[in-house]
């Protein structure tokens, strides 16, 4: 079966720390894999894209993150957070035999305390 | 370059009515698609139209419809409205719409129309 598990609802952490969100996915098909960020009251803003070749990406804001496909997973780091990166961050998924259609993990809310 | 432009922004409707949100891809872009968000379910994919035919659906009832245009703006219409059809719906526009993903192929989100049902 094709899923995608954010592993943390929730996530505190106080300003200029790292932070890291988790995100893994099930898949017999090839990927595509995407981060995504909601702030309130707003549609999804592209922060990074794994789409081939290097596993390591980088994002906007200071985002990258790193497929690991013997792990399956595409877990999404900052080294040091503002308070303005309190949002909702989503992972995403393209299953490589699935027209227009993203797989969307269940949300992190990332909380940046002063 | 005008983004995603999903009209209107906020609706309200009551139960047993019918309603249509209607969203303006990218300029150029021919891949409309659909989702739903609401607290409970996450976001769920509804539909996907490219060249005025739609080529996947969601696990929706037939209640969710949807149509695309020759400009490649796109309606999606929800018939006998639930409570449970209360959410954020977003549209989201890529280029191609191949299922190999090149950089032109990333789906870009509007801002949403978030329906509230009384």
């Known amino acids: 079966a094709q899923s995608v598990t954010q592993l943390d609802s929730q996530v505190p952490v106080f300003e200029e720390a790292p932070v890291e969100l988790r995100c893994n996915y099930s898949s017999s098909v090839s990927v595509y894999l995407f981060w995504y960020v909601q702030y309130p009251n707003q549609g999804l803003q592209l922060l990074l894209k794994?789409?081939?070749?290097?596993?390591l990406v980088k994002g906007i804001n200071g985002f990258e993150a790193e497929f690991n496909k013997s792990q399956t997973s595409f877990h999404l780091r900052k080294p040091s957070v503002h308070i303005s990166d309190t949002a909702e961050y989503f992972c995403?998924?393209?299953?490589?035999?699935?027209?227009?259609?993203?797989?969307f993990g269940q949300g992190t809310i990332l909380t940046v305390h002063p | 370059k005008a983004g995603v432009t999903q009209t209107p922004r906020y609706l309200i409707k009551t139960r047993g009515q019918q309603v249509t949100l209607s969203c303006s891809p990218i300029s150029g872009h021919r891949s409309v698609s659909w989702y739903q968000q609401t607290p409970g379910q996450g976001l769920q994919f509804l539909f996907e139209?490219?060249?005025?035919?739609?080529?996947n659906k969601g696990n929706f009832p037939g209640r969710f419809s949807g149509r695309q245009f020759s400009n490649s703006r796109s309606e999606m219409n929800v018939s006998t409205l639930e409570l449970g059809d209360s959410a954020l719906y977003l549209c989201a526009s890529s280029a191609t719409g191949e299922l190999f993903i090149g950089a032109k192929n990333i789906q870009y989100f509007g801002a949403g129309t978030r329906l509230s049902v009384l």
């Open positions: 995403a998924v393209r299953f490589g035999t699935s027209y227009g259609k993203l797989t």
């Open positions: 794994y789409l081939s070749g290097s596993t």
């Open positions: 139209y490219f060249s005025e035919t739609q080529r």
